[in-house]
């Protein structure tokens, strides 16, 4: 169902999505894909010997991809013109993700809307917030 | 110690052929299921020319360039004591399969700050901004590595 400009709402909320819980083949999978072939996120003998007591961490990049998956499984991919996040929070395997968003502000030339960002864990603990722009199609 | 004078410094372009099988690989180590960055017709159906790359693609030429480990080596920065602080994209046009896309890295600034418990860390903020084959703008990456001291 295509989102219009005319439907969103200043408080509206992004529909959520969940994502994990993470296993460390994907961070493997990850490091492949996007050629961040930090030791920290893939070996946990490393990860260890630089005190992260648990082992490897998860890619922020990676978090960073699931909050993509989510606005664009909301907002078309070609309506997208901005999109910041500033990492807030460790993520590890196990962990199960979830990313939530609001409509903050919108504006009628353009047909721009701006959203705020937000992934967190099972226990509520903040791996990133952020914003993103888009311009929707307006009934017109 | 980021070297402060660096700051306004260029980089080596990043030059980077995007392949139709990286674009898969990426949206399939995320789990993204949307049809439209893998299924060449589903794109096609929702007004793409091709399958459109995907909103964090552009960490993939600047992570296998190597151009951030090559800043931060340039700028003497500790990589042990590195963090990823934040991750920022503007998007002009879509980048398809077939596309070479050209990315310039340029150390915007480097400003210390003290965090709340008094711990100092230099903020160093490197934007990219990438073109493609026919000279059009296609997005800026703009990140901002944080070494804590």
């Known amino acids: 169902m295509e989102l219009y400009f005319e439907d969103v709402t200043v408080g509206l909320q992004m529909p959520k999505l969940v994502k994990g819980p993470l296993a460390k083949l994907q961070h493997v999978m990850y490091a492949g894909a996007s050629g961040d072939f930090n030791p920290l996120h893939t070996d946990d003998d490393f990860a260890k010997a630089v005190g992260m007591t648990d082992g490897v961490i998860t890619h922020g990049m990676l978090v960073m991809g699931f909050v993509g998956q989510a606005i664009t499984a909301w907002v078309p991919k070609k309506n997208l013109k901005k999109f910041g996040v500033r990492f807030s929070g460790m993520t590890k395997p196990g962990n199960t993700i979830t990313v939530t968003g609001k409509v903050i502000d919108k504006k009628a030339s353009g047909h721009t809307i701006t959203c705020e960002i937000t992934a967190q864990d099972e226990t509520g603990d903040i791996k990133l917030t952020g914003h993103f722009e888009a311009e929707l199609p307006s009934r017109g | ?149």
Request: charged share 30%.
């Open chain 2, 1 to 149: 110690m980021a070297d402060k004078s660096k700051a306004g410094k260029v980089y080596p372009p990043i030059v980077w052929e995007v392949e139709r099988g990286k674009i898969r690989e990426l949206v399939s180590a995320i789990g993204d299921p949307n049809p439209i960055y893998s299924d060449r017709e589903a794109a096609l159906k929702e007004g793409y020319q091709d399958c459109p790359a995907p909103p964090t693609f552009l960490t993939v030429p600047a992570m296998f360039a190597g151009s951030m480990a090559t800043a931060v080596v340039d700028l003497g920065i500790n990589f042990a004591m590195v963090l990823h602080g934040e991750e920022e994209y503007e998007y002009y046009r879509e980048i398809y399969p077939g596309d070479v896309i050209t990315g310039v890295p340029k150390v915007m600034s480097i400003e210390e700050k003290t965090s709340k418990s008094g711990r100092t860390m230099d903020m160093v903020n490197v934007e990219i901004l990438y073109t493609n084959q026919r000279g059009e703008k296609v997005a800026k990456a703009r990140t901002l590595i944080v070494e804590r001291k």
